[in-house]
């Protein structure tokens, strides 16, 4: 698909697609933000498609991305509305070696190579399947399997080190 080919099915169909996820979800900005994404990943795999459908495949990509970014909202919703005190029944001092060992994972995620970070993080934070993330990121499983190996040893490096100080 040419540019200008990629433009015109972008002009014909984000507000439907838009209109689609925010119906869906019933958030403005998150329908927009997703169906954005949606045209992203479809030029970032434009040289792999053979669509019959093109219509059914932004559709479907676009339902697909708006579950993930739901699920992710919704984690993230569930640990903010824990007050800390919920989320230990440990002493001060368990509360603050917990605090410390998120702060050093953070640390951690920053300083990693970006592609295991990907990994990474669709793995564990959206509880995506070796496979999924393959096929969403265009590598084999195996590549998925040592970067996902490489950012475990990262971190347990990391997390290691700055426990030990």
């Known amino acids: 698909m040419t540019r200008e080919e990629f433009k015109n099915v972008f002009d014909i169909h984000f507000n439907h697609i838009r ?5 869906r979800c019933g958030d403005q900005e998150m329908a927009t933000d997703v169906a954005q994404e949606t045209f992203i990943r479809l030029w970032e795999k434009n040289s792999e498609l053979v669509v ?19 699920r992710k ?20 001092h368990d509360q603050m ?10 640390k951690a995620l920053e300083a990693m190579p970006e592609k295991q970070r990907t990994v990474f993080l669709l ?36 997390i290691g080190e700055n426990r030990d100080n």
């Open 123 to 158: 793995s564990r934070m959206d509880g995506m399947k070796y496979n999924d993330i393959a096929e969403n990121l265009g590598l084999s499983v195996k590549a998925v399997e040592k970067r996902m190996k490489l950012a475990l040893q990262n971190l347990r490096h990391v």
């Open 52 to 70: 019959d459908n093109l219509k059914a495949l932004l559709y479907k990509m676009a339902g697909d991305l708006l579950i993930t970014h739901i």
């Open 97 to 106: 070696r917990y605090k410390e060992l998120l702060m050093n994972y953070e």
């Open 19 to 23: 209109n689609y996820l925010y119906y």
């Open 73 to 92: 909202r919704n984690v993230m919703l569930r640990y903010k509305s824990k007050p800390i005190e919920e989320q230990f029944n440990e002493s001060p």
